[in-house]
Every structure is written in C-alpha cells, then in structure tokens.
C-alpha cells in the first residue's frame, strides 16, 4: 500500500487578486488629441502656464484619470470689464487621482455629461479647443493650467500654479510624470 502523500502545511490558500496587486501609476496623455495638430511654447506672460496652440474644435482630453471640479458652460468675458474670474470662457478643471488639478479653458464646447462630480478617464473627451473667455481675438488655444485642488471657484489658483511645460513634453513622448506641487 503506498502511503498518501503529506499535505503541505499551511496550505496554499488561493490570494485575492486585489489583495495582493500593487497600486497602479497615473497614467497620463497629453491634453490634445491627436497631438500633431497642437504646439506650445514654455511659459506664460504673467503666472505659471502654458497655452497650446491648436485648430478651433481640436479634442481637448482628461490628462489622467480624475473627477470633474469645475465647469463653466457660459461665456461671460466682456472685455469692457476684463473680470478676470471669467478671461476663460467655456471651461473645465479635473482633480486627477494623482491629487492634482488639471485645468483647460478658452473652449468652443463642452463635452456632453461633463459636470461636477463626473469621473473621467486618460483620454477622455472634456471638450473642444476655441476661442472663448478673452481668447477671442487670439489664435485659438487651450489654456492649460496645472495647481493643487482649492475651492472650485478659485480662479487664481484653477488658471495655473506650476509650469506644465516639463509635464507637456512627457507627456507628449508618452512618458509617465506626476507633477511636482512643490514645486
């Protein structure tokens, strides 16, 4: 008779997939999609970001994965008054999952269902690129500003905090970056 074999001990128990995976890095994508119609020059003429040059209607996206902040559907830039709260125009920020938030504006459309509270993914549509807020007049940009997540009406901190420039160009050669609000 041949004895039956030794049961190991502990025995194995089978582990949850979620209990044992590591945490997944941001991902990123650059904010115009596809990336060929777009450029950018570094800095800003008085705080910290970047506009990007792009044709009207080019597809402004989530740069990573977040939930919607702060949108504005209504162009209410009247150049008389020059309020900066509303040089804008239509626009949407996103605080990332990475704790970051991520702002576009001079915007020609909002993408539908994009409001407070919405979760988005990399990539996804917010809007399309334009001239709106005090971009009319200009070439058509996407204003793109990078901060640390305020109050959502705080336009000083939503328009930008830190350069995106460095961001930007990871991005654009698809290299994962997580900004620096240290910085």
């Known amino acids: 008779m041949i004895p039956p074999s ?17 945490p997944t890095p941001p991902l990123y994508a650059f904010p115009i999609q596809p990336p060929d119609v777009a450029s950018f020059l570094c800095g800003h003429h008085d705080y910290p970001a970047t506009d990007i040059q792009t044709p009207v209607g080019s597809i402004f996206v989530a740069v990573t994965s977040g939930t919607i902040d702060w949108v504005n559907l209504e162009d209410g830039w009247d150049g008389a008054v020059d309020d900066p709260a509303t040089r804008g125009g239509l626009a949407v920020a996103m605080i990332g999952d990475d704790g970051v938030r991520y702002y576009g504006s ?13 979760r988005v993914s990399v990539s996804q549509v917010l ?3 334009g001239t709106s807020g005090n971009g009319r007049g200009t070439n058509p940009h996407l204003h793109f500003g990078i901060s640390h997540p305020t109050m959502p009406n705080d336009w000083q901190v939503r328009r930008g905090e830190i350069d995106p420039c460095p961001y930007l160009k990871a991005w654009l050669a698809g290299e994962v970056l997580t900004p620096d609000l240290e910085r």
């Open 6 to 22: 030794p049961t190991p001990f502990p025995p194995s128990i089978p582990t949850h997939p979620l209990l044992t995976s590591t």
């Open 106 to 118: 001079h915007l020609s459309a909002v993408a539908s269902g994009i409001e407070p509270g919405v």
């Open 127 to 129: 809007g399309l690129t």
